[in-house]
């Protein structure tokens, strides 16, 4: 990634959990000068201000008005305040990484790319798993996913509860196997349980690619550990990835193996006994190490480094606003089958997840 020849004036707008990683990262960062924090809460604002040495303000319209310098914003308020926060922003020609997912559905996250599309300002969508190496050493090998299986469940940590485990949890995934895929949605087929409120905190979704590559995915944010695996098929190899370990191995036919594999075939098809042969000494396995490599950025730095660049150069970001609505798209598509899903109850009588949340419902009421 090509260095960044000058400093740029950046605000952070909502300092929660993640605003609070994008403060800090600008602030370590020589290309950025972080000149000030923007959250409703002043008394947070005022905070994390005194931390990292810049200004706080209450409202996005006030740090405009006192920053008129201000080239680059992050936004890190709750998904629902995303398109009224980006677009004045926007709209000044201020370059916006606004944080996942884009937006709270697939109309808002539309109109909100169509609107920065037609203010000629960068938007770039805060995907930060793109920039783990290990995702993006997967991506440089160019391979072609016959069959993706992603896992990601962690205990309750009650945060993001405005949103379900689809959009809070599970957008991640569904960026990187649109990302892998390179093939418009065929099918969804998905179910979910909502346990501690009105939303899914648990699912498994299966998605059909129109290039026929499988995916199954499931989330879950009421597990009793943290893991996070991904594993790709395909004819040119085979990749998995533990994102909790930080360790990951790919699986590829060289020509040094190919030989090898023909015979063997050869020979199963001739009904031989190979039961001796060791099958991990006929292919060739490569350690993927997901740490950042000394003396290179950091997820979260990557990211801000990539979004700066874009916003000098008005070039497209790494994750545009187009790439960040195909993943809301996908996700409310998700529930959107949730929803629909149906099974037989024990009474033989079909219910849907609408049907329960009804009965939910009408319990509360009474």
Known sequence: MNKIEKSVDV???????????????????????????????????????DEYGCKAYRTVEELME??????????????????????????????CLVEKPLAGSVAEARGLAEFAEGCGTVLQVGHT??????????AA????????????????TFRSLDVGVVMDMMIHDLDIILM?????????????????????????????????????????????????????????????????????IAVRSSQSNVNILSQVRQELSEGKDLSDLDYTEMINIEELDMEVPSGEEDPLTAQATAFLQAAINGHQPAVTALEGYAAVD????????????????????????????AAMRQTEEK
């Open 11 to 49: 605000a952070v707008v909502g300092v929660g959990r993640m605003g609070r990683h994008h403060a800090r990262t600008y602030k370590q960062m020589d290309a950025a000068n972080l000149v000030a924090v923007v959250d409703h809460d002043i008394e947070r604002a005022e905070t994390v201000a």
């Open 330 to 357: 996908a996700a409310e598509r998700v529930v959107q089958a949730i929803k629909e899903h149906k099974w037989v109850g024990r009474d033989s009588s079909i219910i849907s997840n609408e049907d329960i949340n």
């Open 141 to 156: 090998m160019d391979l072609t996913p016959r069959y993706i299986e992603v896992d990601r469940v962690s205990p309750m």
């Open 180 to 248: 892998f895929a390179q093939s418009p949605i065929k099918k969804v087929d998905a179910t979910g349980v909502s346990v501690l409120g009105e939303h899914e905190d648990v699912c498994s979704a299966r998605i059909v690619f129109e290039s026929g590559c499988v995916a199954n995915l499931t989330a879950s944010r009421l597990a009793l550990k943290t893991e996070r695996k991904l594993r790709v098929f395909s004819e040119e190899g085979y990749v998995s990835l533990n994102y909790a370990s930080r360790s990951g």
């Open 129 to 138: 798993e793109r920039f783990n190496p290990a995702v993006r050493t997967v």
């Open 66 to 95: 006192k920053e008129p310098s201000l080239k680059a914003v992050s936004v890190a308020v709750p998904t629902v305040y995303h398109p009224e926060t980006a677009k004045p922003l926007l709209k000044a020609g201020i370059a």
